[in-house]
């Protein structure tokens, strides 16, 4: 009962935050008073509504969202399966950090660049957020590989575990907490490398683009409508997943 209350009131408390900032926009939009610089709240609600009801939209949506989210499972993916074998192999852990480390380092403008000419517009937020998502699960799991207790690892050696069963007992445990760690920091950044990769690359019938044409004709509203939209399919996106990943650690826990 006390943990739901806690729940209950830290939600009142997120509830009032966003009510506070969207009563501050709107006075800074009234005060303002130019819907070129600043639109109200009311607004993007309304311009927000009525993309909605357009086509267009739900289609524009499943377009970047598919290929986003694609680049993301991909790095994911990827970047766990690396950090495993770097984990087991030293080798391959100090063959593989010059590559991590200019991935991590070098800008996000400059392997857009390069993407649009080796890959072309189509294929552009997948492999941006591809590659944007790769560094942060690798290194957060090999970190979590790495703190696991020595002593138990000894043991596994002692009395020749399979390699499987030490991954489902002792490393996975420990690379739980890094690992939605990692999941949560890179599905926002997924989002916001695949969208700024739409708005440099224009793929036809993508997010990015209507918010090329919003700067373009200085439509604010919809710049604004689409920035929500953007956040909205993040954080549900990333609510659902972690939630999806806690559900099955507790599976495998049980089992």
């Known amino acids: 009962m006390k943990r739901e209350n806690q729940k209950r009131d830290e939600y009142l408390k997120r509830a009032a ?75 391959l852990e100090i063959l593989i950090w010059p590559f991590m480390t200019a991935v991590k380092s070098v800008p996000v403008a400059s392997f857009i660049i390069l993407s649009l000419i080796w890959l072309g517009a189509s294929g552009l937020s997948v492999f941006i957020s591809f590659l944007m998502v790769l560094p942060i699960v690798y290194f ?63 793929p036809d019938g993508s997010i990015g683009e209507r918010l090329y044409e919003a700067k373009i004709y200085l439509d604010t509203a919809d710049l604004f409508a689409w920035t929500l939209v953007i956040v909205l399919l993040s954080a549900l996106f990333e609510k659902l997943f972690l939630w999806g990943m806690k559900k099955g650690f507790a599976r495998l826990e049980s089992a």
């Open 17 to 91: 935050a966003i009510a506070f900032a969207l009563m501050l926009w709107q006075a800074a939009a009234m005060a303002l008073s130019q819907r070129l610089l600043l639109v109200s709240p009311i607004q993007v609600a309304v311009r927000l509504g009525s993309l909605l009801l357009e086509g267009s939209f739900w289609r524009t949506v499943l377009y970047s969202f598919l290929r986003i989210e694609a680049g993301f499972l991909l790095g994911l993916f990827a970047g766990a399966v690396l950090a495993a074998a770097a984990a087991r192999f030293s080798l």
């Open 140 to 202: 957060n799991v090999l970190e979590g590989m790495k703190s696991t207790d020595r002593k138990l690892l000894e043991m596994a050696e002692v009395f020749a575990i399979p390699w499987g069963r030490r991954m489902r007992y002792l490393y996975l445990p420990q690379v739980k907490p890094f690992l939605l760690s990692a999941c949560r920091t890179a599905l926002g950044i997924s989002w916001k490398a695949g969208i700024a990769a739409e708005v440099i690359g224009i």
